[in-house]
C-alpha cells in the first residue's frame, strides 16, 4: 500500500476492520475531512479495482451505498506466507490428498504454539490470555478482533484477513492450523462457524470449555 495516498491506506484498513461495509459519511468520519473529500479518494481507489459498493434501499429516500473490499482489496494486504510458501502449500495439499494435509496442519499449529508457549503460560485470567491470542494472530497477519470474551457463552474471535486466502479457497482442510493454533493456546475446544476462504466476510472461531 506504500503508493496509495495515507487517506487512501486509512480508507482500505476501516474497510477491512468493516466487512460489512462502511457509508460515505462513516468513511469522511473516520477521515476526518470532508465527504466531497472523501469522495475523491473512493473514485481513486475504485478506479484501481480494490473497492466496491452495494446500494439498500432502505425507506424514504435515495438508496444507501456502501462501500466493500474486492478481492485485489484483500491482496493489498501484507501476507505473512510469502508466494513460495503457498506454493509449497498447494504442492503438499496435492501430494498428501486432503485428509493428511488437515492432519499436517494441525501439527504445524501445535509445533508454532510451542514456539510461543511462554506467551500464553500464567496469564491471571482467560480474557488476560484471550488478549495475548489476539495479539499473537494479529502479527502473523490474521487482523482479529475479540467479539465476546465469556466463555461461558462461548468466546468469539473474528478475523478479517486471510494469511493464505488464495490457497485456502481451494483446500479449507489448511483451515485446521487457525483451528489448532486456537485450540492449543487457551486449552478450549473451538469451532469454524464462518470462513472467509468459503465465502464470507470474517473467519469466525467460537471457543467452548472442553
Not at 494486504?77 to 488437515?102: A, N
Not at 494472530?137 to 490474521?142: I, M, P, S, T, V
Not at 461461558?152 to 489448532?180: M, T, W
Amino acid at each position: 500500500m506504500n503508493s496509495l495516498h495515507p487517506n487512501q491506506s486509512k480508507i482500505l484498513d476501516s474497510l477491512l476492520d468493516n466487512p460489512e461495509g462502511l457509508g460515505l459519511d462513516e468513511l469522511s468520519k473516520c477521515l476526518g475531512i470532508s465527504k466531497s473529500a472523501t469522495k475523491e479518494h473512493l473514485l481513486k481507489i475504485d478506479s484501481m479495482g480494490l473497492i466496491r459498493f452495494i446500494d439498500s434501499k432502505g425507506g424514504i429516500g435515495r438508496p444507501k451505498r456502501k462501500y466493500l473490499l474486492t478481492e485485489e482489496g484483500h491482496e493489498v494486504f501484507p501476507k505473512q506466507y510469502s508466494w513460495l510458501s503457498s506454493t509449497i502449500l498447494e504442492f503438499l495439499v496435492e501430494d498428501l490428498g486432503q485428509k493428511k494435509m488437515g492432519k499436517t496442519m494441525e501439527k504445524l499449529a501445535v509445533k508454532v504454539y510451542s514456539s510461543m508457549k511462554s506467551r500464553f503460560e500464567n496469564k491471571k485470567n482467560f480474557p488476560e490470555l484471550l488478549g495475548e491470542l489476539t495479539k499473537v494472530l494479529n502479527e502473523l497477519g490474521y487482523k482479529i478482533r475479540l467479539k465476546q470474551s465469556d466463555l461461558r457463552k462461548g468466546a468469539i474471535i473474528e478475523a478479517s484477513n486471510c494469511v493464505y486466502h488464495s490457497v485456502a479457497k481451494n483446500h479449507p482442510e489448511l483451515c485446521q492450523f487457525d483451528i489448532s493454533f486456537i485450540e492449543n493456546a487457551t486449552n478450549t475446544n473451538v469451532t469454524m462457524e464462518s470462513c472467509i476462504a468459503k465465502g464470507a466476510s470474517t473467519c469466525r472461531f467460537c471457543l467452548k470449555k472442553k
